[in-house]
């Protein structure tokens, strides 16, 4: 199992790009979930999704998207970066909803 | 809006010194409670949870948390630290019976002195 994984590991985008960040788990969970990591802040949620098909906002939901067309993978959409949302971002995944989350390795963005 | 505290964002200690880290929430429902620790240059792992039963739960690496309905505090504690526990910890509050969401606190950083 190669449990969850994330890509890329590092990318710079500068204000005004859009792009994807992937997010793929091979253990067959039912939920899956997006966090930022900010120093200080923790974890928040951004979106997260119960299965697919089915997705929903979490704390920091603007100027993302997702969408969770198949169990396995979940995209992370930035529509229009901006220098805010320069982050580490996490994905995980969990057997159901409110049992441990397994976590990926992380994205490292930077927005110039 | 339901948070979660963690009271202390920095820690240091010396080896062999205990180590208490509070988490306070702030839901009265039904939750399931998590302790995650990040060491450096890691992705985050689960040191240990609470759904139900006995409040008090082991995890990895000797660490155990306490879990205290009428204060609402899931604290972790580890009776004699080592220099590999310094890491981030984080901890989390998954909130039963709707919102399907997982929250996170701040994170406490533990340095510990060899």
């Known amino acids: 199992n190669a449990g969850v994984t994330q890509t890329p590991k590092f990318q710079v985008l500068k204000t005004g790009q859009s792009m994807t960040l992937q997010c793929a788990q091979d253990m067959n969970h039912e939920y899956m979930s997006w966090y930022r990591q900010d120093p200080g802040m923790g974890l928040r949620l951004i979106h997260y999704s119960v299965g697919a098909g089915i997705t929903d906002q979490g704390e920091v939901p603007n100027g993302y998207n997702v969408s969770r067309s198949t169990t396995e993978d979940f995209p992370l959409r930035l529509l229009s970066a901006a220098p805010s949302q320069t982050s580490v971002y996490f994905c995980?995944?969990?057997?159901?909803?409110?049992?441990?989350?397994?976590f990926g390795p992380g994205t490292r963005l930077t927005v110039l | 809006a339901q948070s979660v505290s963690q009271h202390n964002h920095h820690v240091i200690l010396s080896e062999a010194a205990s180590l208490e880290l509070g988490c306070n929430y702030s839901y009265g429902g039904t939750v399931n409670l998590f302790w995650y620790v990040q060491y450096p240059g890691q992705h985050l792992q689960l040191l240990l949870k609470y759904f139900s039963g006995d409040p008090l739960v082991k995890g990895i690496k000797g660490f155990e948390a306490e879990f205290i309905k009428s204060k609402f505090s899931f604290n972790l504690r580890k009776p004699s630290v080592q220099w590999s526990d310094t890491a981030e910890y984080f901890c989390a509050v998954y909130r039963g019976g709707g919102g399907f969401k997982t929250i996170f606190g701040a994170g406490t950083r533990l340095f510990v002195k060899a």
């Open positions: 995980a995944s969990s057997y159901r909803t409110g049992d441990e989350q397994f």
